[in-house]
């Protein structure tokens, strides 16, 4: 999936025109590319398949610099201040009293705890429960049934576990319970929503601590960021994190991360 997204970039590349003379990419003598990349770092195969296709058009092996995404996001933060990045997972970087942290982010059997994967997880474990506790009925067990391509809710639990569902999948459920929550007013989703802020709200709290620098700037990435209700959620993960000095949340979700650092 990586090699056909990167495919589809380097062929949109090569026919832009850059710089005030626009021209063709191909053809400008000095250029570089700068890579963030999730996996980077501890793939060979994923950086040699980045060279060979920006060699298609023209890049040299040391025109390209290539780091983790995190490892680029973290040149956001000056002398004090976090990242926070909820996505399919979540983890959180801070500079705080002179001291770095990692908060976060070991994956979805581990940790990711506030991500899209979490926030799916959850809608399918109420899904499940109305399935086998004949609760009361869950909103989205339909449409959970639709993205995942099953006819049954309890078909998620063998697919999950064989692999058929990979966790990317769990978590585009979240638009959906976001909308439940929040336009349809659902009690469960509403519910599944507020312990996603409980979770980023304590990567937050541990980010901040031992620091008093007023206003401490918390960047945000990812895709919980990027849906319309996300100010009512970054709202409610603000008041969960108990910092006297005040937060002061850049929601960056948008934003083209490489270009801004």
Known sequence: ???RNLEELVKALSKTKVGSNKLALIGVEKKSVVCGLAGILSNVDKR???ITMFGLIGIKDHQIYMGGDVDLAKLLIGEEGAILIAG???ICFSKSAGVEKRIGGYGYVLGDEGSGFYIGKLALQAALDDEYQHGTPFILT??????LNITSIDQAIKQFYSGGIKPPAIA???PFVFEAAFKHNDSRCKYIIERATEELAKHIARAVEGSSKPAFPI???GGLFKNENASAFIEMIRQQVPY???LEFVNIADDNIAMRV
């Open 1 to 3: 999936e990586a090699r």
């Open 48 to 50: 040699a398949a980045i």
């Open 88 to 90: 399919t997972g979540s």
């Open 142 to 147: 339909d449409k959970l049934c639709e993205l």
């Open 172 to 174: 585009k459920i979240t």
């Open 219 to 221: 960047y945000l990435i």
């Open 244 to 246: 006297a000095h005040g």
